[in-house]
């Protein structure tokens, strides 16, 4: 029997600030990646995996909005790419091929539309998403853990309005 990861194609959205150009993250628990292991809080940006037979694009503007309450009829570009092996609750591996869609907006309330009942686990209160300046980002990099790790470094260029020409492989 192999222990190979289960393939999990995911869309991630880098949510702006239109104004101040902040970044939007989640905070929760990660699952351990080893038995025994304590969970590790974490940042990262709304998404998740896709459903059968649906585009990235479509899980992008599914996704934004079943956890933030944000509808858009389309994101934009895809501007980074992650692949990530990961062990799930249950000790479950998968093999996260993320990839990420910019999406500027008005800094809102988050308010999400239809989460799943794992992910209402976390979105309780106000304290479980941030809007981030990329100034915050660097201060905390290293107390916090943030997802991609280098969420610091790849932002600023996009802030700049410097587009990839191809999507950027954000490493870990």
């Known amino acids: 029997m192999t222990d ?3 393939p999990r194609p995911s869309a ?6 239109d104004v101040e150009g902040r970044l939007l993250l989640f905070h929760a628990l990660a699952p351990p990646d080893r038995a025994g292991a304590d969970r590790v809080p974490i940042w990262f940006t ?5 459903d059968p037979g649906e585009s990235f694009e479509e899980a992008a503007c599914r996704e934004l909005w079943e ?3 944000l509808r858009v009829p389309s ?3 895809c501007v980074w790419t992650r692949d990530h092996v990961w062990r799930g609750d249950g000790g479950v591996r ?6 990420y869609y910019l ?3 008005p800094r809102f309330h988050v308010r999400p539309g239809a989460i799943q009942p794992l992910e209402a686990e976390f979105m309780v209160g106000d304290d479980w998403w941030h809007w981030w300046t990329v100034d915050e980002l660097c201060d905390a990099v290293l107390s916090e853990v943030f997802v991609p790790r280098r969420i610091h470094e790849l932002l ?3 802030l700049a309005g410097e587009l990839p020409s191809v999507p950027v492989d954000t490493g870990v």
């Open 4 to 6: 190979d990861p289960t």
């Open 12 to 17: 991630r959205l880098l949510v702006i600030d």
């Open 46 to 50: 709304p998404g998740g995996g896709l």
């Open 67 to 69: 956890e933030t309450g």
């Open 75 to 77: 994101v934009g570009p």
């Open 94 to 99: 998968y093999r996260s091929l993320e990839r």
């Open 103 to 105: 999406v500027h907006a």
């Open 156 to 158: 600023p260029p996009l």
